[in-house]
């Protein structure tokens, strides 16, 4: 009888060890490049949405450092061919989530999960879009970035009684007038490339227009045609504008010229409000911000987003990530600390600043256009031909050789004939 009771309470203590091993075993691997700041804090505040609903989930932060994800994307294409994906990782929605890894079938369909919460009701159709393939869904927006954002320095414009220009046309009196006064009119700094790129992107937007520039990304807008020729000219005009060693400076740096007074206008995504706001400098009182010149009525659209990867070892609870991730709460808890808006439309405005609460009223009502730059209007590949364009033209001025390049560079990259 003791040998019994012995052998009963082993095989009772083993299956409690089991027990709590498989209990254990619960765990959700987030790959990202959201290292540092803001982006790290809101991260960790949607960690913390996710620890509240499903408790007893051990969460394993992935991360890996480098701007716009240049690292992590190298590292995450190892583990992915390698057959060890993470249970979700970050991806700009567009062309980048689809092109490379929704064709290729690397992906699953999360449509069921849209239909389950109710997504399609509370996001754009332009920005659920970006992010399907042939009627379905792949990925969940968590965030919203603009990129055609003109910022200025508020007291430089209200010394010269100068107005933020609407258009191009006004641009250039406006820096006219500033250059009698030895004031830079607009920043820039790229020597990373993509911030040149960045530029130029907004004023192909702004030369012509919407249909014109989506055009661009499926083959209808030539790259040799005369569109892209009078962009070229005004891009080429607009650089006698800029700071003159611009080609030692990054967007940060472009930034930190408006509140040193270098400058007075920088163009970029509002990713330079969080930079701003780091700084102690107020959209009230500091600086002021509007659509790029010519591009008032159009929000370019840089947004991130969580996908679920075929055969994770997580699967339950990626979904769980997922339905965390396209959640009002999950939002409203990520995007004030990430410095971008809500995916969703009925976020709750007072969680925000001033200028995001005015970005999420652009975002509701304009018309909605993919970045090229940032991963969502052509595939990688013709993204990094056009950063190594773009970033040549700066220097050479060469209108018809960037034309001939771009041209090629669509052709090759299969995005036209």
Known sequence: MKALATLVLFVLVFQSGA???????????????????????GLNAMFGIYKKRFPGVEIINATVAGGAGTNAKAVLKTRMQGGDPPDSFQV??????VDTWVKPGL???????????????VMPKDLVDMISSQGEQYAVPVNVHR????????????????????TWDEFFKVADALKAKGIAALALGDKNKWEAAHLFEDILLATIGVDGYRGLWTGKTEWNGDGVTRALDAYAKILAHVNTDHAAGTWDSASQML???????????????????????KPATDYGYAPAPGTIGVFVVVTDTFGLPKKVPHREEALNWLRVAGSKEGQ??????????????????KKFDIYLQSSAKDFARDKLVPSEVHGSAAPEGFAT??????????????????????????????MCK
Request: with cysteine; net charge neutral; proline share 3%.
């Open 147 to 166: 990129g055609n954002v003109m910022w200025y320095n508020r007291k430089i414009f209200d010394d010269n009684k100068l107005k933020p220009p609407a």
């Open 107 to 121: 992906l699953e369909p999360v449509s069921t999960v849209y239909k389950g919460e109710g997504w399609t009701n």
């Open 259 to 281: 509140i040193d007074r270098r400058a007075a206008m920088n163009i970029m995504g509002d990713w330079a409000a969080g930079y701003f706001t780091s700084k102690g400098w």
């Open 332 to 349: 409203e808890a990520f995007n004030p600390l990430k410095g971008s808006i809500c995916a969703r439309t009925d976020c709750d405005s």
């Open 385 to 414: 031909a056009f950063n190594d364009i773009v970033n040549l033209f700066v220097t050479n001025k060469d209108v018809k050789a960037a034309q001939k390049a771009l041209q090629k560079a669509c052709v090759d990259n299969k």
């Open 92 to 97: 700009h929605g567009g062309a980048e989530l």
């Open 19 to 41: 027990s709590l091993q498989a209990g254990a075993a619960k765990k959700l691997e987030i790959f990202s490049w959201w290292t540092a700041g803001g982006e790290a804090d």
